[in-house]
């Protein structure tokens, strides 16, 4: 069931255009992450959806009821529209305690005393905060003031809630730690969420499904299996996961299978663009599909080992081919100078159409 349907946004700020034309739908119980490069317009469309920036033109609903509507002329004001918002920065008062941060709202909203009361422990025990209520902001620890901020937003049991990059404050450890009780947290109490991240790792980790914005437009929406697996362009393979990119010519095409080559080396894959002979192409391969083997095999190149890393649970090798420069992952100590054989499976090199 969708619960909220985002159709055609476009959004300017003066003469910029920052929103092209979004369209997307959120369905009850699912988290979906608007994960995309700095400026590609993440926190703008957030921010169009709870009602803080206004579009242009497009439409927003909410169970079908509009929230924003350039046809008819809706635009109910961000208090209305009762979604449950997490900021970047947290946003808590520093003077008040956990409790009158979490309740504020409610009080603001002319609710009983009473009520109130019961409605902030819940929402304080579900984030296993319970404890903490009576205490100020500057007396918890930064993962605790993250909770704060969430428990802040689900106090108003809230249909949709909205997380702007609700993780990046937290160190990479509880980070990690973070995403996976969030997820949790979301599924439990069965909303349905919006979720920020310019993180491709907790993009996937977190959601159900995943919007790639590119430049204030939808560049590819999916599972995080099919955004990871199957881009259907270079930049949704380039910016998901870490890859190897190199830059030929096409010698021939035989079905999908694409010979690509360069000086001195010849690599097949798999044409995702359309592609034509003698055209420049580029072809991307994902490090932990390149495999490094002691005698050839098909598909595989000649390459010196330049340098191995230690990465705790596994190596990560830099090989010279031919003057081009490869990174692969392995499970033992190599040695720098000594020459290897380095294979590319054909499926996992995905040829794109070079762009000019
Ligand atoms: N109030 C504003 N006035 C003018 N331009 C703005 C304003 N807010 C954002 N922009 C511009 O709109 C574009 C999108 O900004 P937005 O904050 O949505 O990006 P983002 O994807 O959230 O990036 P980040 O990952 O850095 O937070 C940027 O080019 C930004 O400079
Ligand atoms: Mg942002």
Redesign the pocket.
Known sequence: MTKLAVNNICLS??T?D?LKGVSFKLNAGEVVSLL??????????L?AVAGFEQPREGSILLDGKPLYDSASRVNLPAEQRSLGLVF?SYALWPHKTVEDNVGYGLMLRGIKKSEIAARVQTALDNLGLGHLGKRFPFQLSGGQQQRVAIARALVYNPPVILL??PLSNLDAKLREEARAWLRELIVSMNLSALC?T?DQTEAMAMSDRILL?RN?RIEQEGSPAELYGSPKSQYTAEFMGSNNRVRGKVESIGGQAVTLAGEGWKIVGKGIDPLAPGSDAELIIRLEKVSVTDAPVPNSLSARLVTSMFLGDRWEYLFTIAGLRFRAFGTQARTPGMEYWVAFPEEACWVFAAEA
């Open positions: 700020y003066g910029v920052v995309g490069a700095s400026g590609s317009g993440k926190t703008t469309l921010r970047q702007d990059e920020v310019h914005l204030g």
